[in-house]
């Protein structure tokens, strides 16, 4: 296993790449309506994207098929766009994104209501978001990894939800998945310990039942067993001697 530690110039083209992908989060939400397909979203998403100069590093990562990963209420992750997959009033649906700027990964992910959803959704979405900051608050030099994925858990768990234990967050930098994994949910190990420079994407899944899924028969979208709603709220971090700096917020 080996973690990379960014140099102050592999710093700005993790923000730079970053805050680019916060662009195209703002305007996807902005977009996101009832009536529009998953693939409508893909094709917006490319485009900007593309627009901004960078590339998708989704489109034909391990042979996925699209530029953004669109999951809608039961499908946790890894939705593949569809133009008949037309979005609903009070459905919801996960944004995945990613894109390489100079060679720079980022990767964050976002759940949205589509028109007004049910309380219920509303709150597993705000939990699953509020996750994220009680276990990012944990992430700065000297502690260790899973001090991030037990901060995690202990917030989730007093809802009684579901954590997806089958993926994980993961490094970031020249390339989209880099070491260490980072699991959501407690942990008996400390795991690494963090230090300044390294690049992290934190990315709760949450259920509103089980924590159980599945692979659906097109090898990609992950669903929940139970059939339960699922949220995903990721950011690309970078870890400082303070407070860990999240580079994919708008
Ligand atoms: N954002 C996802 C992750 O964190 C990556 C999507 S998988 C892909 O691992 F194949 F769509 F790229
Ligand atoms: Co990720």
């Not at 990562?61 to 669109?70: F, K, L």
């Not at 994407?201 to 089980?210: C, F, H, I, K, L």
């Not at 659906?216 to 950011?235: F, I, K, P, Q």
């Amino acid at each position: 296993m080996s973690v990379t530690i960014k140099s102050q110039r592999e710093i700005e083209l993790m923000r730079e790449s970053c805050r680019l992908l916060a662009i195209v989060h703002k305007e996807l939400e902005e977009y996101v309506r009832p009536g529009i397909s998953t693939l409508d979203i893909d094709a917006k998403g490319d485009a900007l994207i593309r627009k901004l100069g960078c590339v998708p590093n989704f489109k034909n990562y391990n042979g996925y098929p699209a530029s953004i990963c669109v999951s809608v209420n039961d499908e946790v992750v890894h939705g593949i766009p569809n133009r008949h997959r037309i979005l609903q009033e009070g459905d919801i649906v996960s944004l995945d994104a990613g894109l390489i700027y100079k060679g720079y990964h980022s990767d964050a992910a976002r759940t949205h209501a589509v028109g007004r959803i049910s309380p219920q959704a509303q709150k597993l979405i705000d939990v699953t978001r509020e996750s994220f900051f009680a276990g990012v608050k944990m992430a700065k030099a000297g502690n260790h990894l899973f001090d991030i994925s037990n901060a995690i858990d202990a917030y989730i768990k007093p809802y009684g939800y579901g954590i997806v234990r089958d993926l994980v967050g993961h490094g970031i930098g020249t390339s989209l998945h880099e070491d260490p994994q980072i699991p959501n949910f407690a942990q008996r190990r400390r795991g690494i310990r963090l230090q300044a420079g390294m690049t992290l994407a934190v990315e709760p899944m949450v259920n509103m039942g089980r924590a159980d899924v599945e692979w659906l028969e097109d090898d990609w979208t992950v669903v929940t067993e139970d059939g339960s709603w699922s949220a995903h709220y990721e950011n690309t971090i970078l870890i400082t001697d303070g407070e860990p700096e999240i580079l994919t917020l708008y």
